[in-house]
């Protein structure tokens, strides 16, 4: 591949008129865009991918251009450098790869229709019309839209519509933005809008396949997230309106479009009479997180896509922050740690990962930074490790003064840790760059030695891990004040331990509160100690000595036959991120057993002895004005019951299955998936199977869709699973956007693995050209690293990825996830016999 030039070097554009004629129904279009710029030479490269140019006009005057397909680039001979303005004029297709200008499709009442909405991060603006397609090449943008418009189409962009004229939609001329930002769609749309208390019109649109009150959430949560963060930031909203659109076909989560933030129809739309809190929770920080963006990343916005970090982190931390305020009876934060942190500490333990801030060195490798575990949860981990340091005031003083001094312009994180840094006389870059910089993360050790109390880092890999001496800042958030604020040595000596116990009269601890990015690893005294006093400790604590625990477990820095008996004292817990912790670790024993052996069956009954009061407390209805904590835990405990094949659960499901069996999607969400999943498993039938895959296709409620996807995906049933995959490449039925979770739940299912194997790897070309160009592409392999454990398949995945290695944008992912596979084969071969009997003892307690 070729390296990346930076065009606007060549040429700086100022303002574009951007004129579209799109043709639905011929699946293509034609274009005209002006540019007017500052030509830095006579030669200038403007970005276009699959386009065809006509004409280039150079200040009324034809030029000789030529273009070069592999550099996405037109080339242009200018009579003259400087102040130029380009005229070019081309078709192209309309393409379903929900990258560029693309139709999204869904059917209302058996008729099928069609939403046309665009998507332009990372690289597409360029398929859509010529363009500095480069995040510093900010420009305004006219925006002069027409198609095959017929009664009752709705068209929307970043700015109001200022005139139609001869079937030509006119929209206000954008501030000054990056070409990934900009945003179009048109089609026949509902919309329900309010207005803030500042005065920006706050609209959510959707396709008519909903139910009108499937807006009403959103709406509610995008007006108040915007009053929020106008506040926090002390800066007001940079635009007239903030429209969210559910798009039916859409790669990524969400997209944060100036003005137009596009989401996939789930993390937008829901049901707001029968949506699983934990449901309503994402969707509400996934509007955060792109509202947020609307000041950090649209009105400053990163320089380079290395800084990309600097956008996704902070957005990803912004979306705590705002629901925590806005909806502070649900303790977002838990779900930081049950999501975010936890997905951080296990991707960034595999040696090899990239590090938060990374180089860019070809075109395809852009895309591949958007590694969710790392870019997004620990770029955001970061920055709370940041705001702990900072406190609020300094955090929104600084903040403040970066967009003032930055705003409609470009930064680099060098930029953020300055405007921080005079806010707070702390020199964050110094603390900060040691996480940016470096992938990877240590495990403090804190022992007793000479009855010294002594701390010393360390990188933690789970598995192999090549240690080259990386070192970091640590805020080590001790419980005992003689912990500095900071560690910044290797290791260092605390004082006589026994002293310090006695002055403290409470167990030592590091990282209270779990918001630095590192584990602990305690000597067999400290952590007794912690244990004996364990039922003192709050959630979050009590969550994070399971997690660390867990980690050092898959490090192999300690037995998981040793953790096995610690966890039923955890089991009654009435906390949700206690429990969630408690069953990640139990889920992580599943690999250790292999199915229908005798070691199955002891870790089934293990599990029905941890859920088992849990169910009875809770049970399968939930209850009206119950905690939070309890409609959370149910989802964890109920699917333990059913693991265990607890016969009274199963029993329980199957019944609530019969007796609603004509209105399934009125089952309760926070139950239903568990009873869809039950029937399908133990009740199954061709007619069950063909019943449910139809409501499948029917229904808009993205949750139910969800539990129907999980159901189907466990059948044990040969021939249906066979008809299922069938299903695979059929965009109607499954579309490319959902397939990724269809493929991961056969795979995961034991009775389906073979077929879900053989699929990918005959069909990789089909996959590849379907959804190859998709920045979540990769998640494919990563997906796969997560389920294998066997030497087989581990030969397997081996002969079919390492000759694909040199695949750009591939190269990282499938480096890493073969060697996740090989530390978990490793770990397995060396723990399988002491796991199976910490198990069969813990039974007989
Ligand atoms: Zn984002």
Redesign the pocket.
């Known amino acids: 591949m070729a390296e990346i030039t930076r065009f606007y070097e060549t040429f700086q554009p100022t303002h574009y008129d951007v004129y579209l004629d799109i043709n639905r129904e011929a699946k293509q279009f034609t274009g005209k865009t002006s540019i007017t710029g500052d030509a830095k030479s006579k030669q200038v490269s403007i970005h276009q991918k699959g386009l065809t140019v006509d004409a280039v006009q150079a200040d009324g005057q034809e030029v000789s251009f030529t273009t070069d397909d592999n550099a996405d680039a037109i080339r242009i001979d200018l009579p003259k450098s400087g102040e130029t303005t380009l005229i070019i004029t081309y078709k192209a297709q309309l393409t379903d790869s929900m990258m560029g200008i693309y139709p999204s499709y869904y059917e209302v009442d058996g008729e099928k229709k069609q939403i046309i909405g665009t998507q332009f991060e990372t690289n597409f603006a360029r398929q859509a019309f010529p363009c500095v397609d480069e995040p510093e090449a900010k420009a305004t943008f006219s925006l002069a839209i027409k198609y095959d418009e017929h009664e009752g189409e709705t068209t929307i962009s970043n700015m109001p519509e200022t005139r139609v004229e001869n079937g030509v939609h006119y929209f206000d001329t954008t501030v000054r933005m990056s070409t990934y930002l900009v945003a179009f769609a048109f089609g026949e749309l509902q919309s329900k809008q309010t207005t803030t208390k500042s005065g920006v019109k706050v609209g959510v649109f959707g396709t008519k396949a909903h139910k009108a009150n499937e807006l009403d959430f959103a709406l509610d949560i995008a007006k108040r997230s915007i009053e929020f963060y106008e506040d926090f930031y002390q800066t007001p909203y940079p635009l007239p309106h903030s429209w969210q659109l559910a798009l039916p076909d859409f790669s990524a989560g969400?997209m944060?479009n100036w003005g137009l933030v596009t989401y996939r129809e789930a993390y937008l739309l829901l049901d707001p009479d029968n949506t699983a809190l934990d449901m309503k929770q994402l969707v509400a920080t996934v509007i955060a997180?792109?509202l947020a963006?609307q000041w950090f990343?649209d009105l400053v916005t990163m320089k380079w896509w290395d800084d990309l970090w600097l956008?996704?982190s902070f957005?990803?931390m912004m979306e705590y922050v705002a629901i925590d305020a806005i909806e502070s009876d649900w303790h977002i934060w838990e779900m930081f740690q049950t999501s975010e942190a936890s997905s951080a500490l296990q991707r960034d333990a595999i040696d090899g990962v990239q590090s938060v801030h990374v180089q860019v060195n070809n075109p395809a490798e852009i895309d591949a930074l958007f590694d969710g575990a790392i870019v997004?949860a620990k770029g955001a981990r970061m920055l709370v490790m940041v705001r702990a340091l900072l406190g609020d005031d300094a955090l929104r003083a600084g903040l403040k003064k970066y967009f003032a001094s930055h705003k409609y312009g470009n930064a680099t994180g060098a930029d953020l840790w300055a405007a921080l840094g005079t806010a707070s006389d702390l020199d964050v870059g110094a603390i900060m760059n040691s996480w940016l910089e470096q992938p990877g993360y240590p495990v403090v050790s804190a022992t007793v030695v000479d009855g010294k109390l002594t701390l010393s880092q360390k990188q933690f890999f789970s598995g192999e891990g090549k240690d080259v001496d990386r070192h970091w800042q640590i805020p080590l958030n001790s419980n005992y004040e003689v912990a500095p604020t900071i560690m910044a040595e290797k290791s260092l000596t605390l004082g006589e331990y026994a002293q310090l116990r006695d002055e403290n009269s409470k167990p030592f601890r590091l990282n209270v509160g779990n918001n630095s990015h590192f584990i602990v690893k305690y000597d067999e005294t400290l952590l007794n100690d912690i244990l004996n006093h364990v039922n003192d400790l709050d959630a979050i604590s009590q969550l994070q000595i399971l997690q660390d625990l867990r980690l050092l477990a898959e490090g192999r820095q300690i037995s998981y036959a040793a953790v096995v008996p610690l966890l039923k004292q955890f089991a009654d817990s009435h906390s949700n991120v206690v429990n969630a912790a408690l069953y990640t670790v139990t889920n992580n024993l599943k690999k250790f057993v292999t199915p229908d052996s005798k070691e199955e069956k002891d870790l089934q009954s293990f599990y029905d002895q941890l859920s088992e009061k849990q169910v009875t407390r809770l049970g399968w209805t939930p209850k009206t004005g119950e905690s939070n904590d309890d409609q959370l835990t149910r989802l964890y405990v109920l699917s333990a019951a059913l693991y265990a094949k607890n016969e009274d659960a199963q029993k329980v499901a199957h019944e609530l299955f019969v007796a609603n069996q004509d209105r399934l999607e009125t089952l309760s969400a926070d139950t239903r998936v568990f009873i869809l999943r039950n029937e399908v498993k133990n009740y199954g039938s061709t007619e069950l199977f063909d019943k449910l895959l139809a409501a499948h296709r029917q229904s808009s409620d993205a949750s139910y869709k969800a539990d129907i996807c999980a159901a189907l995906t466990s059948t044990p049933d040969a021939k249906l699973i066979a008809k299922l995959i069938e299903k695979f490449e059929d965009a109607d039925t499954i579309k490319p956007q959902d397939l990724r979770a269809w493929f991961r739940g056969v795979l995961a299912n034991d009775k389906g693995q073979q077929a879900a194997w053989d699929w990918i790897r005959n069909d990789w070309q089909w996959l590849e050209d379907t959804v190859g160009g998709d920045m979540e592409f990769t998640t494919y392999i990563t997906v796969t690293a997560g389920i294998f454990h066997t030497p087989q398949r581990l030969a397997e995945f081996k002969a079919f990825f390492e000759p694909k290695l040199n695949t750009p944008g591939l190269t990282r992912e499938i480096k890493m996830d073969t060697k996740v596979i090989e530390s978990r084969v490793d770990l397995i071969e060396a723990e399988k016999d002491a796991v199976h009997e910490a198990v069969a003892n813990s039974l007989n307690k």
């Open positions: 969400a944060e997180h792109e963006h990343g956008n996704e957005a990803n997004y």
